[in-house]
């Protein structure tokens, strides 16, 4: 979230509490007030309409007598790029299996570890392990394609070019593709 959309943010929830921060409340004035707010349906600065809970309000209300506007600033999280389900020894051996066969799917990369004991069955998905490769961590596209010069090279489980032109281990182009398609017939 950049700062001006965090900024937006602020204004939004600013705007909702509106008058309710400059005025002195009774005793359960407060209450009845954000009773009322979280009914209704507001509509942000991308013009999507949106209902805000009661104990949310709540919280904006006493962030702002405490803290101000910024106080009402989404705070980025602490933990923002970084796993929560993996570890970071296990983190790298995932890399380290795309990297030794960049055709891994994500969906096999956690079946073969589940196989092999590392991780129960079940505990890290396979959307997990595509945002770890998808962050550029792997080298390599989280669906086994490889970036070059334009071209994708996309291995079949029967290890057969699928795409056209083939690349060779070289690195040679178009003048490989009849060689790779003799090759892996």
């Known amino acids: 979230m950049t700062d001006d959309e965090r900024n937006h943010e602020a204004l939004f929830r600013h705007a909702i509490l509106g008058d309710l921060l ?16 979280a009914q209704q349906t507001y509509q942000d600065h991308h013009g999507r309409s949106r209902r805000v809970a009661y104990k ?7 962030k702002y007598r405490n803290g101000g506007f910024e106080a009402l600033k989404p705070r980025p999280r602490s933990d923002r790029n970084t796993s929560r389900v993996l570890a970071e020894d296990l983190q790298q051996l995932i890399l380290d299996m795309k990297r030794e066969d960049p055709g891994r799917s994500a969906r096999l990369i956690v079946r073969e570890l589940e196989l092999a004991g590392r991780i129960p069955t079940g505990e890290v998905s396979r959307s997990s392990v595509e945002r ?45 593709a009849s060689d790779c398609f003799r090759t892996h017939r």
């Open 22 to 37: 400059s005025r002195n409340l009774r005793r359960g004035q407060l209450r009845r007030t954000l009773k009322q707010l």
């Open 56 to 62: 949310t309000l709540e919280e904006w209300y006493y």
């Open 132 to 176: 770890l490769l998808h962050r550029g961590k792997g080298g390599v596209g989280s669906r086994g394609t490889l970036p070059l010069g334009g071209l994708l090279l996309r291995r079949t489980l029967a290890g057969r070019c699928a795409a056209w032109p083939c690349i060779d281990e070289s690195g040679n182009g178009a003048e490989a």
